[in-house]
């Protein structure tokens, strides 16, 4: 009996409008999204290649650059925004941000620019959420008016199994649809000459796809409990409409503006006038000892007013990279309190796995600005060398640049949490759909 | 007839709703096999409110329903066994065909070893025109969709057929061929408890014929009893009559 209500539970989704509608946008979005992203995820890596190569042949400088995310093709997060190369390092700063060093990448798709924006965490988020909206909410309010329900309860059917059952071809139906949308995805990734996926990509696009499972579970399972209910299915679909327009845009945004509240940032005119001051405090000390850097008839002068130079210019350094650093920690922190916040929003959950599944997200590039401030100590190390014992310093290397990136095990782990929300949420929705089932009054 | 054991039977049946209407006050009612009884009564004299009960798609608030013995409200799905119903509005499911509708209430009826012959045969038995046997029943008039849900019953065979208000927006001609469909189920030895409007075929196929108001069974007579008296007097009678003190 349950496999007779799945398969025409099944029949009655593939035959609707409605979900041929939603599907042709999933499929056309993603596809052109992906095609978009994946290009220029190419041209970035292109670019990426050519300044490294071009970098190095300046050996005097050392610039560190940063290539983009893969995963970027499909969650296209921060990635592209925040940089792409530390400025030449010395012992004066500290780079605290990278800049736009690399052409910005022009689409070979002008037509479909505009999708930009789109990639497929978005498709998943808006769009396909909106489609299981528009399939769950009949589940039951549209059965009730239509008279079907009562036909098909005045069987020895037990209501619950009705429902697993509607729960089972909903989400086999909603499922199938990410399958087709997340193979579209990655066969456009896999089959670009300049995308190389590895295992551990694999990995990580298994796992994105997992949350954007978990992520459209819930929302068939708030479908189903307003369907139950609401009677009418045009007041059910008003009701998850409201609900939707709150979940996915107006609450994850309020959440940011709360925290912005909550954990006020300083200004960036108090910034910069923090910076001057510090800058002011070493003014002399600095000029003083750049007086006398090359001295050919003391140079012993000469050498301990150049190391004088690198320490007074390395504190200044730090103190003004502290000055960033607290900028920074406060800002995480304003981060994590959105986050916080959010996480009753099972858009925002979705966002923040996505991206740091994706290695698009906020951490990933603090991460890799710790390592810049990393090789910055130690070419500061190294040009102190320079001056206190010169053969020592012709036999030293600069370490070459490194991070740590989270690995794929240590990203899972994290996203544990939200994954659990999500999964918590369904379960929340559900229970109520199958208590508010068992019993409803069908007059 | 009133030596055989009731297929349905209400006992002391009331229903009061959580907004405080009592829909049903102290009903008691049998229909026995081979038995058509007819439910007269205005909009919310709690005929459909019988019904519901009956399938166990509301609770009661005080009394048992009984279908072939079985007490509805403790084995709902055992009771559901012995009965088939056919509603006011038989929709169905637009974008099925009505063999594939046919096909899916029978499983759930039970009946699993059924072949496109055997629906075919019921569809043509309720004279459904063989064109539309394998059309999308969303395209289907009001009458081929009721002669569609009859379909349902009799495919489930089952004892007890329940009614509500199965006439109800049907053209003449369809109604005339849906009670003599009525007509044979009852000559099978169904047991057939039907709500509805219509006064003039509650007389014509009626073997008992109760009147509701305001929840109560205020008048029941066997066809017997109706050859003497006219039905229609009686029914505009009780509905101009005072209201009923309700508690």
Known sequence: ?443 | MTDLQPILKADDLSKRYEDGILALDHLNLQVQPGEVYCLLGANGAGKTTTINLFLNFIPPTTGTCFINGIDVTKDPLEAKKYVAFVSENVMLYGNFTARQNLDFFAKLGGKTALAKNDYYQVMRRVSLQEKAFDQRVKNFSKGMRQKLGISIAIIKDAPAVLLDEPTAGLDPKAATEFLEIMAELKNEGKAILMSTHDIFRAKEIGDRVGIMKEGRLVMERTRQELQYEDLVKIYIDYMKSEPLSIS
């Open chain 1, 1 to 443: 009996m349950f496999k007779t209500i799945v398969v025409r539970e099944i029949l009655e989704y593939l035959k609707s409008a409605r979900f041929a509608l939603g599907l042709f946008i999933t499929v056309v979005l993603v596809a052109a999204s992906t095609l978009i992203n994946v290009e220029d995820y190419a041209l970035r890596h292109q670019d990426y290649l050519d300044a490294k190569k071009e970098l190095q042949a300046e050996s005097r400088r050392v610039n560190i650059l940063r290539g983009p995310q893969v995963l970027s093709a499909l969650v296209r997060g921060k990635d592209r925004d925040l940089g792409e190369m530390a400025p030449r390092i010395g012992v004066h700063r500290v780079p605290s941000e990278l800049s736009g060093y690399m052409n910005v990448p022009k689409s070979k798709y002008p037509s479909l620019a505009r999708l930009s924006a789109v990639d497929f965490a978005f498709v998943v988020r808006v769009i396909m959420s909106l489609m299981v909206i528009f399939l769950a909410y009949g589940a039951v309010a549209e059965e009730k008016a239509a008279g079907t329900l009562k036909l098909v309860l005045a069987n020895s059917l037990p209501r619950d199994k009705l429902l697993l059952g509607k729960l089972a071809s909903g989400l086999a139906v909603v499922l199938g649809a990410l399958a087709v949308a997340a193979l579209l995805a990655v066969l456009f990734m896999v089959l670009h000459p300049a995308v190389s996926l590895l295992a551990d990509d694999i990995l990580r696009i298994a796992g994105m796809m997992a949350v954007s499972a978990l992520y459209l579970s819930m929302f068939y399972a708030l479908g189903l409990f307003v369907s139950v209910k609401v009677d009418r299915p045009a007041v059910a679909l008003m009701v998850l409409l409201q609900a939707w327009i709150f979940l996915v845009v107006l609450y994850p945004n309020l959440s940011v503006t709360l925290a912005e509240r909550l954990v006020p940032l300083p200004s960036e005119q108090s910034v910069v006038a923090e910076k001057a001051a510090v800058e002011g405090r070493f003014r002399q000390a600095i000029e003083d000892a750049s007086e006398r850097l090359v001295d050919f008839a003391d140079p012993k002068k000469a050498a301990e007013n150049r190391l004088r130079y690198n320490q007074v210019s390395s504190q200044k350094a730090e103190e003004i990279h502290k000055l960033d650093s607290e900028f920074s920690r406060r800002q995480t922190r304003q981060m994590k309190s959105a986050d916080l916040l959010s996480s009753l929003s099972p858009a925002a959950l979705y966002d923040h796995v996505m991206n740091r599944l994706a290695r698009t997200d906020i951490r990933e590039y603090e991460a890799f600005m710790d390592g810049v401030v990393r090789l910055w100590r130690s070419y500061v190390e190294r040009d102190n060398l320079r001056v206190t014992n010169y053969e020592a310093y012709k036999r030293s290397k600069l370490p070459d640049f490194s991070y740590a990136s989270e690995s794929t095990s240590q990203s899972i782990v994290a996203v544990l949490p939200q994954g659990l929300a999500l999964i918590l949420f369904s379960l929340v929705f559900f229970m109520l759909a199958y208590t508010g089932f068992l019993k409803k009054d069908l007059r």
